[in-house]
Nanobody
Framework: QVQLVESGGGLVQAGGSLRLSCVVS????????MGWYRQSPGKQREKVAD???????YYADSVKGRFTISRDTAKNTVYLQMNSLKPEDTATYYC???????????????WGQGTQVTVSS
């Protein structure tokens, strides 16, 4: 019973900031990677930022220098700090985890329900 729950979305003016949170719970054996994706109407889902628990971090070119992904291991939480927001950042943001549950050998993708971010001009 793995669950990912996002929070922190909202309405913000261009140039403002938001911090998204994703709490992971369940019978987890190991986590290989976690990240954030976003999707707006009429567009494909896009990877925004992620990291592997081996230490590698990825950012989409469109958010480099503005967004920062981080984690709090003790709280099983991953964050996305979003600064200098632009109207084109408007989307539903989804938390993603690649993990293995107990007693299974294959890692699988798990997704949260999403949180809406709207940036006004």
């Amino acid at each position: 019973q793995v669950q990912l729950v996002e929070s922190g979305g909202g309405l913000v003016q261009a140039g403002g900031s938001l911090r998204l949170s994703c709490v992971v719970s369940g019978s987890i054996f190991s986590i290989n990677a976690m990240g954030w994706y976003r999707q707006s109407p009429g567009k494909q889902r896009e990877k925004v930022a992620d990291f592997t628990f081996g230490g590698d971090t990825y950012y989409a070119d469109s958010v480099k220098g503005r967004f920062t992904i981080s984690r709090d291991t003790a709280k099983n939480t991953v964050y996305l700090q979003m600064n200098s927001l632009k109207p084109e950042d408007t989307a539903t943001y989804y938390c993603n985890a690649v993990l293995k549950v107990r007693l299974l050998s294959t890692a699988r993708d798990y997704w949260g329900q999403g949180t809406q971010v709207t940036v006004s001009s």
